[in-house]
């Protein structure tokens, strides 16, 4: 609707009626000027897909949203380069029908906090992308995040280089195929902690998959399982000689190509 209006800084729609509508993707994308924007008279509980609503908001730095996502399925690129943006109420969210969160707050750069302790993700397939380049982002909590279903977990966290921790313990990753660069680049994550219900055994692709995460110490790899793995090439470069030896130590069926440095494949745009 508002589609590539580059121009526009501000908007008023409170007096908007969306009581019937079930797409509102796109809605302000690429609306590069939108400094402020109000969306709590948005309610409506028969929306699918509201995947790049607003996507490449570049100035945008208050957002009220109040929508009724229970039918929602489509959340994929919703925040994706907002730069500016520094807090983000998703409260009201109910995503238990969501299958697609890819890409859902990446290039949010100046992204602080997020409160996801109200997500249910039981649906998901694809969270590729998901909190790439969110470079002020210290904290995440993610125990409660069911990912039994999901499929692509690649670039997850590319760049997230604040992070200091990350609580993975409740991850069920059965179905995952693709882990490519998944922790690449959080070279201050010092702790990752994953469970043995944290397998490997469907995955295809796991090249850069802790591509310089310089400080890591530990990485419980035990329950990791690289039978299907067809490209491992970059997994571990960059970490540091201590992690590196244990990982040598303890790990026959890694190949040498997982410690050499390899070109990323970034292909999301």
Known sequence: MFNGCTSLKYLNVSNFKIDKV???SHMFNECNNLIKLDLSSFKNNNIKDISYMFNGCHSLKELIIN?????VENMSH???DCPCL?????????????????????????LKYLDLTSFDTI????????????????????????????KDMSFMFLNCDRLEKLDLSKFETDNVINMESMFEGCYNLKKIEISPSFRTDKVININNMFKNCGNLDNLPLENFNFKNVEKMDGMFFGCNKYLIKNI???????????????????EKY
């Open 67 to 71: 929508l009724k996502t229970d039918n």
């Open 123 to 150: 649906d998901v397939t694809n969270m590729s992308y998901m909190f790439a380049n969110c470079q002020k982002l210290k904290k995440l909590n993610l125990f409660k995040f069911k990912v039994n279903k999901v």
């Open 86 to 110: 520094v807090n983000l109420d998703l409260t009201s969210f109910a995503t238990n029908n969501v299958k697609d969160m890819s890409s859902m707050f990446s290039e949010c750069e100046e």
């Open 78 to 80: 919703l925040f994706n």
């Open 248 to 266: 040598l130590k303890s790990n026959k069926d890694i190949k040498m190509k997982a410690f050499e440095e390899t070109e990323t494949q970034d």
């Open 22 to 24: 079930e797409k509102i």
